[in-house]
């Protein structure tokens, strides 16, 4: 597709669970980030790729999330042993290169919700 | 550190009236970049607009137009004669210019729900 996509756009998981999403970027974007958007909040940053390379995981919340995106493209947010304050929208983006200048495009999300 | 504040919550208008959405910023990069986005309720951030900190000009694209101030160090989106389908949460984001991996990611403010009624 021509957007960010990512999969599953809803999952509900139990607490304690490991759950992993997914992001497929635009096709040939050097950068990669994920964002973490709490109801009624503004997204808040996770981590940055630039190809294969994650360059930037300090908006990481705990070692429970891990995201790696190994050969430059798809990439997947991992979180292990769910808690119900993970719940909220996991945003991908993408952009052309890593320079300010460059527009990001946000996918749709993958709403989280721990029961 | 960066940061964007977005005072407005939420504004309520009747479907033609004009709405203006608020946003102020803080960094310390001297060349920095800010956007206007729309979430609808798909959740999808749809980009709008991106500005330059060195461009001061103001900029209309159809019924939005936004208003540039760097001495205040706003931001600002006016929907002119809104329409039902403008109804969504508007972000304000910054980026830095600088090409050092923290400088590329959005600092975002906390959203403007925008609901225009018919």
């Known amino acids: 597709g021509a957007g960010v996509s990512q999969s599953p756009r809803y999952k509900v998981a139990k607490r304690g669970q490991d759950v992993a999403l997914r992001c497929d970027p635009i096709?040939?974007?050097?950068?990669l980030f994920w964002y973490q958007q709490a109801l009624g909040q503004g997204p808040e940053f996770l981590t940055y790729?630039?190809?294969?390379?994650?360059?930037?995981k300090s908006g990481l919340p705990s070692d429970r999330f891990f995201a790696e995106r190994p050969e430059g493209s798809v990439s997947t947010l991992k979180i292990q042993r769910t808690q119900q304050e993970d719940s909220a929208v996991y945003l991908c983006?993408?952009?052309?290169?890593?320079?300010?200048?460059?527009?990001?495009?946000f996918g749709e999300g993958s709403w989280l919700t721990v029961v | 550190a960066q940061k964007v504040t977005q005072a407005q919550t939420e504004i309520s208008v009747v479907e033609k009236e004009d709405v203006t959405l608020d946003c102020v910023y803080e960094?310390?990069?001297?060349?920095?970049?800010l956007f206007w986005y729309k979430q609808p309720p798909s959740g999808e951030l749809v980009f709008l607009i991106r500005?330059?900190?060195?461009?001061?000009q103001n900029e209309i694209s159809g019924r939005y137009s936004w208003n540039f101030q760097k001495s205040t160090s706003s931001f600002n989106f006016t929907i002119t004669a809104s329409q039902v389908v403008d109804s969504a949460v508007y972000f304000c984001?910054?980026?830095?210019?600088?090409?050092?991996?923290?400088?590329?990611?959005?600092?975002f403010g906390g959203g403007t729900r925008v609901l225009v009624k018919p």
């Open positions: 500005r330059n900190s060195f461009d001061e």
């Open positions: 790729f630039q190809n294969e390379a994650q360059l930037d």
């Open positions: 983006a993408s952009c052309t290169g890593s320079f300010g200048i460059d527009t990001i495009y």
């Open positions: 960094t310390r990069d001297t060349t920095y970049y």
């Open positions: 984001a910054l980026r830095g210019g600088s090409i050092k991996a923290a400088g590329n990611k959005l600092t």
């Open positions: 096709s040939g974007h050097v950068s």
